[in-house]
């Protein structure tokens, strides 16, 4: 689906929010049973053995493409790498795994911030003390045709900046490489794309960086009219006279697939594609590896490895949990990927933990995932959790055991499931992240993943957190959970005390909440939160709108400010506390997204406009083209400069 369809379907799909299922919580349903599954006795994924067997099975499967519509739809499916090694530069985003820096719009290069915004890049220079444009560039190829392109992402390895986007008209995931001097002015160097659909999601990012090792998963539905086009495969482009020519990145040794084909009558097949990219002059020296599977899903990425779940697109009959396979890609591509058969369709990435006990996590719900972007914004009633040992992956024939899965009660008032990992437990609960602000009090869930399972347990893993608003966001304090939401017209920041289920007399409970009056947060992604710890607590920021704005304004419109927070720890001594917010006032914008910018590419914020920074011993707010920094004193903070680091362009050839 093309972005800018889905721009006017948000409406769409914000009607389906409160779709229902039932039964998945059902003692009645059973998984598949157990086989002899693990690590040597399951073995791994088998990759085809040459390029004419490739080419044979993409023959059959056209044949069988070809019937499709004579088959009734959806059938039922019947030990860690060493670490990478990690970058130590400073984080400026908020990140879902540590040592795993994602593609955001924002990044911090020596004594410069680098932002990317509707098509274009800024550096603003913030070292020795000052708050100074530096320089404004396309965020692509010099006189390249932008039209029908969108650049979402970007990171920084060493001293290039790599652009991440996707070109409908170039037909893959464009990756635009500069150079940063240390004075901040950025050199054009190359162009690559690689083969893909849009990899777009209203939650998730497409590219990571671990070390200096780019990481990219991109799916491509197969082309049935030209198998061939549907392979992992990159080029060099050299301009629109001289595109270059896709060269393979995986050859048939390095495609996967599990012990039962997908079955192209029965639901779409894609090439789940993850891609390595060492950089080096400026040019990017990538390999990847790929499995077959059905097209929805959704993929996590883990220190070592990206995880894929994959089931058929579309509606569910809501008779029992869907049937699905998750896929476990090793980022060394000399390793063989492995698979396990599970029920069920994460939320979207934060539902996924692989733990240092080498089992992987998931929250679950019943139904299978739309065909939408924005799927994971669809909330459910029937959820469990999955947690199963990383020995189980194989070779796609095994099935995770019914004792794997753990029922869990189901939020209420909310059509948006929001979940996160913090510390031992995983928390959730439910808002209305891109329709109205409820109106009514809510419950969060604490869910003791490591206890759940053991012999000798609580009764209870399952803790109920009674609150007086929506959860639209859930972000970790240390280990405490922070939840955020609305409640009529008022934004509250809620800490929780989390007690460990086999305490006597302590319950896990809501702590003092902060609320912010006639206001609603003013970034749905995960990267608008930043929160950076001390000694004793730490501070947080979060851009704020005005009450009666929906989730979508972020598309268009610039926040209205960000909200600065203190956060004081309890002390280790103190019982059922969960730590005491205090506000330390706002920065606000001045230009409320009224600069005319002439954009003429990827003119949708489609992740967002507005981030709190803390960089050493400074803050600062990011609002659409304004960069304001604050100093806290007497516990409150102060403007102290601002800058506007748009510029009018040189001529329509430079912008």
Same mark, same amino acid.
């Given at each position: 689906?093309?972005?800018? %369809?889905?721009?006017?379907?948000?409406?769409?799909?914000?009607?389906?929010?409160?779709?229902?299922?039932?039964?998945?919580?059902?003692?009645?349903?059973?998984?598949?049973?157990?086989?002899?599954?693990?690590?040597?006795?399951?073995?791994?994924?088998q990759?085809?053995?040459?390029?004419?067997?490739?080419?044979?099975?993409?023959?059959?499967? =056209?044949?069988?493409?070809?019937?499709?519509?004579?088959v009734?739809?959806?059938?039922?499916?019947?030990?860690?790498?060493?670490?990478?090694?990690?970058?130590?530069?400073?984080?400026?985003?908020? /990140?879902?795994?540590?040592?795993?820096?994602?593609?955001?719009?924002? =990044?911090?290069?020596?004594?410069?911030?680098?932002?990317?915004?509707?098509?274009?890049?800024?550096?603003?220079?913030?070292?020795?003390?000052?708050?100074?444009?530096?320089?404004?560039?396309?965020?692509?190829?010099?006189?390249?045709?932008?039209?029908?392109?969108?650049?979402?992402?970007?990171?920084?390895?060493?001293?290039t900046?790599?652009?991440?986007?996707?070109?409908?008209?170039k037909g893959?995931t464009?990756?635009?490489?500069?150079?940063?001097?240390?004075?901040?002015?950025?050199? &054009?160097?190359?162009?690559?794309?690689?083969?893909?659909?849009?990899?777009? !999601?209203?939650?998730? &990012?497409? %590219?990571?960086?671990?070390?200096n /090792?780019?990481?990219?998963? /991109?799916?491509?539905?197969?082309?049935?009219?030209?198998?061939? $086009?549907?392979?992992?495969a990159?080029?060099?482009?050299?301009?629109?006279?001289?595109?270059?020519?896709?060269?393979?990145?995986?050859?048939?040794?390095? +495609?996967?697939?599990?012990?039962?084909?997908?079955?192209?009558?029965?639901?779409?097949?894609?090439?789940?594609?993850?891609?390595?990219?060492?950089?080096?002059?400026?040019?990017?020296?990538?390999?990847?590896?790929?499995?077959?599977?059905?097209?929805?899903?959704?993929?996590?990425?883990?220190?070592?490895?990206?995880?894929?779940?994959?089931?058929?697109?579309?509606?569910?009959?809501?008779?029992?949990?869907?049937?699905?396979?998750?896929?476990?890609?090793?980022?060394?591509?000399?390793?063989?990927?492995?698979?396990?058969?599970?029920?069920?369709?994460?939320?979207? $990435?934060?539902?996924?933990?692989? !733990?240092?006990?080498?089992?992987?996590?998931?929250?679950?719900?019943?139904?299978?995932?739309?065909?939408?972007?924005w799927?994971?914004?669809?909330?459910?009633?029937?959820?469990?959790?999955?947690?199963?040992?990383?020995?189980?992956?194989?070779?796609?024939?095994? %099935?995770a055991?019914?004792?794997?899965?753990?029922?869990?009660?189901?939020?209420?008032?909310?059509?948006? +499931?929001?979940?996160?990992?913090?510390?031992?437990?995983?928390?959730?609960?439910?808002?209305?992240?891109?329709?109205?602000?409820?109106?009514?009090p809510? /419950?969060?869930?604490?869910?003791?993943?490591?206890?759940?399972?053991?012999?000798?347990? %609580?009764?209870?893993?399952?803790?109920?957190?009674?609150l007086?608003?929506?959860?639209?966001?859930?972000?970790?304090?240390? =280990?405490?959970?922070?939840?955020i939401?609305?409640?009529?017209?008022?934004?509250?920041?809620?800490?929780?005390?989390?007690?460990?289920?086999?305490?006597?007399?302590?319950?896990?409970?809501?702590?003092?909440s902060? =609320?912010?009056?006639?206001?609603?947060?003013?970034?749905?992604?995960?990267?608008?939160?930043?929160y950076?710890?001390?000694?004793?607590?730490?501070?947080?920021?979060?851009?704020?709108?005005?009450?009666?704005?929906?989730?979508?304004?972020?598309?268009?419109?610039?926040?209205?400010?960000?909200?600065?927070?203190r &956060?004081?720890?309890?002390?280790?001594?103190?019982g059922?506390?969960?730590?005491?917010?205090?506000?330390?006032?706002?920065?606000?914008?001045?230009?409320?997204?009224?600069?005319?910018?002439?954009?003429?590419?990827?003119?949708?914020?489609?992740?967002?406009?507005?981030?709190?920074?803390?960089?050493?011993n400074?803050?600062?707010?990011?609002?659409?083209?304004?960069?304001?920094?604050?100093?806290?004193?007497?516990g409150?903070?102060?403007?102290?400069?601002?800058?506007?680091?748009?510029?009018?362009?040189?001529?329509?050839?430079?912008?």
């Open positions: 689906m093309a972005r800018s %369809s889905v721009v006017f379907g948000i409406m769409g799909a914000i009607a389906l929010l409160g779709l229902t299922v039932t039964f998945f919580a059902s003692t009645s349903v059973t998984p598949p049973p157990l086989s002899t599954i693990g690590g040597e006795a399951g073995g791994r994924l990759a085809f053995r040459s390029e004419a067997e490739l080419d044979a099975w993409l023959q059959a499967k =056209k044949a069988d493409h070809a019937d499709k519509a004579a009734q739809p959806m059938m039922d499916l019947a030990a860690p790498e060493p670490m990478m090694e990690l970058a130590d530069a400073e984080s400026v985003t908020n /990140t879902q795994s540590a040592g795993v820096d994602e593609g955001g719009i924002v =990044k911090l290069h020596k004594k410069h911030l680098v932002i990317l915004r509707r098509g274009r890049l800024f550096t603003v220079k913030i070292g020795d003390d000052v708050l100074t444009p530096v320089d404004m560039q396309n965020a692509y190829a010099p006189d390249a045709d932008s039209i029908d392109a969108w650049y979402d992402e970007l990171l920084i390895s060493g001293d900046l790599v652009v991440i986007g996707y070109s409908y008209a893959g464009e990756l635009v490489l500069f150079n940063i001097a240390d004075n901040g002015k950025l050199t &054009y160097q190359s162009t690559y794309i690689l083969r893909s659909n849009d990899y777009y !999601s209203s939650r998730n &990012y497409a %590219s990571r960086l671990i070390g /090792t780019l990481v990219f998963y /991109t799916p491509f539905y197969l082309n049935f009219h030209n198998p061939a $086009q549907s392979l992992p990159l080029r060099h482009w050299q301009g629109e006279q001289k595109p270059g020519e896709f060269r393979p990145l995986a050859p048939a040794t390095r +495609i996967y697939r599990a012990t039962d084909d997908p079955d192209s009558r029965h639901g779409d097949i894609a090439l789940h594609t993850v891609t390595t990219c060492e950089i080096a002059d400026g040019a990017l020296d990538c390999s990847a590896s790929a499995v077959l599977g059905y097209g929805g899903g959704e993929f996590y990425v883990a220190k070592n490895a990206v995880y894929v779940w994959t089931t058929p697109w579309g509606f569910h009959d809501d008779a029992k949990p869907v049937s699905a396979m998750v896929f476990r890609l090793p980022l060394n591509h000399e390793a063989a990927p492995t698979a396990l058969k599970v029920l069920g369709s994460p939320i979207d $990435q934060f539902s996924f933990l692989e !733990s240092e006990d080498a089992h992987l996590n998931v929250l679950l719900r019943a139904e299978r995932p739309l065909a939408s972007m799927a994971a914004e669809r909330g459910s009633r029937n959820l469990t959790f999955l947690r199963v040992p990383l020995a189980a992956f194989g070779d796609g024939a095994g %099935s055991a019914k004792e794997n899965y753990t029922p869990l009660a189901a939020p209420e008032n909310g059509g948006s +499931i929001q979940n996160r990992y913090i510390g031992d437990v995983l928390v959730y609960g439910a808002g209305q992240t891109w329709g109205r602000k409820t109106k009514t809510s /419950t969060a869930y604490v869910f003791h993943w490591k206890s759940a399972q053991r012999e000798g347990r %609580s009764d209870a893993p399952l803790q109920e957190i009674s007086p608003h929506s959860v639209d966001r859930i972000e970790a304090l240390d =280990k405490t959970p922070l939840l939401g609305t409640q009529a017209a008022d934004l509250y920041f809620t800490p929780v005390f989390v007690a460990s289920p086999y305490a006597s007399g302590l319950a896990s409970r809501a702590g003092e902060f =609320k912010l009056p006639d206001a609603a947060q003013g970034e749905t992604r995960s990267h608008g939160f930043f950076k710890p001390d000694a004793t607590g730490g501070f947080l920021g979060l851009p704020f709108t005005n009450s009666d704005a929906r989730g979508w304004q972020q598309l268009w419109q610039t926040s209205s400010g960000v909200v600065f927070l &956060y004081a720890r309890p002390e280790e001594s103190s059922d506390r969960s730590g005491e917010l205090s506000g330390l006032g706002s920065l606000v914008a001045v230009d409320k997204g009224d600069t005319d910018d002439h954009c003429v590419a990827s003119c949708t914020d489609w992740y967002g406009n507005s981030r709190p920074l803390f960089i050493a400074r803050l600062f707010a990011l609002m659409g083209y304004e960069l304001v920094e604050g100093r806290i004193e007497n409150h903070i102060y403007e102290i400069r601002r800058v506007n680091f748009y510029r009018e362009p040189r001529s329509s050839k430079s912008w």
